[in-house]
């Protein structure tokens, strides 16, 4: 199995009336990075107990879940398979490019049957049923949960006050709550345009003590997935003059946004310490333009 994990690096940011450590998942891996890895760890070791060859998975052309999925498997020695939302010749990107580079065979579907998770007969007919593993669209699972807990696990955490993190699925975020600790406050920032459902497919994956532990906050999403403005973008660029941190336009831009916004709206009580994690997720940005991103 591959093993990355190792010593996790926080920086110190200067933000008002708060104490603010970003926790760097993002330098984890060049390719595997940020929560991808926690989330895929357990899925992987559960595939090789039960002796599958073979890891199945689902997203969309620029998706981080796909490139890591495809990358980890192969580092553990598996098989990888790519279910794709589109038809291969709208969708195919620098993502999969890199996914099939390491050796993901990718199938496309229509988005019906991408909704739907319809696995292509095709696979079956090319690969054994029985070797198989299929991890969900973004890792979302309790393996995944329990894999982002670990995200934690080396880290001095008791003299934060809250933890911050964007949210897809909310697998990454339920992994930190049932981490955390009994004093600290868990915030997640939805990068999905009103996905009020998320509240339930977090507390569905936490024990009972630990649901409803939670804020999640949904005025960040700038439209909704992937989707962003010159605001956004022009905020990325100045948090990385600032910080010298480079965040992702999907995921991370829309956190640090909202770290920035909701400090200086008082959100947070004066002499709170913040940890923020970056999940990672640089390789998204390949969606856009050269030059829009001064990193
Ligand atoms: C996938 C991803 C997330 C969302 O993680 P979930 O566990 O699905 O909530 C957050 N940040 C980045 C960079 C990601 O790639």
Known sequence: MADLDKELRSDHISLPDTNTDVLRLDLLHPVISGNKWFKLKEYLADAATT????????????SNHIIATATAAKLSGFKSIGIIRGEQNEVMTGTLLEAAQNNMQLYFTSREDYRRKIIPISVFKENDEKNIYIINEGGYGIKG???????????????YTHIIAAVGTGTTLAGLISAAQQHQSLIGISVMRNNFSLEEEINALLPEEKKDRFTLVHEYSFGGYAKHNETLIRFMNEWFRATSIPSDFVYTGKLFYAVKDLVEKKFFPGGSKLLVIHSGGLQGNRSLKKGTLIF
Do not use: R, S
Not at 51 to 62: D, E, S, V, W
Not at 145 to 159: P, Q, V, Y
């Open 51 to 62: 002796g599958k060859n073979t890891i199945l998975t689902f997203g969309g052309a620029y």
């Open 145 to 159: 949960m329990k894999g982002a807990a670990t995200i934690l696990e080396n880290i001095d955490l008791c003299h």
